[in-house]
């Protein structure tokens, strides 16, 4: 499996970005898939998650209301929409693969990592 992430930058607070995730190796609406945030000396946290349909979504409590995971099973790739961004959204940012259809937030559920990319938000 590869999972290829991009789409990160530098943007002001308050700003937009989309990252996109394409995935290949295995069928693609088998698996939920989700995103998960890294900040220098910070632990990783989960951010989003999708179910293999697409119609089961969970998100943290610090970016509901302000991202939205999508995904387009046609393309196998998997979006994450970014409003109204924070300094503290500043990470990089992991696009994972599940290893069953139901969408989660445990790390442990997800096998396949893509290689990050850098989120920064000035203010």
């Known amino acids: 499996v590869q999972l290829q992430a991009s789409g990160g930058g530098l943007v002001q607070a308050g700003g937009s970005l989309r990252l996109s995730c394409a995935a290949s190796g295995r069928t693609f609406s088998d698996h939920a898939m989700g995103w998960f945030r890294q900040a220098p000396g910070k632990e990783r946290e989960f951010v989003a998650a999708?179910?293999?349909?697409?119609?089961?979504?969970s998100y943290a409590d610090s970016v509901k209301g302000r991202f939205t995971i999508r995904r387009d099973n046609a393309k196998n790739t998997v979006y994450l929409q970014m409003t109204s961004l924070k300094p503290e959204d500043t990470a990089v940012y992991y696009c994972?693969?599940?290893?069953?259809?139901?969408?989660?937030?445990?790390?442990?559920?997800?096998?396949?990592w893509g290689q990050g990319t850098q989120v920064t938000v000035s203010s």
């Open positions: 999708i179910s293999g349909s697409g119609g089961s979504t």
């Open positions: 994972v693969q599940g290893r069953y259809y139901s969408s989660t937030r445990t790390p442990g559920f997800f096998d396949f």
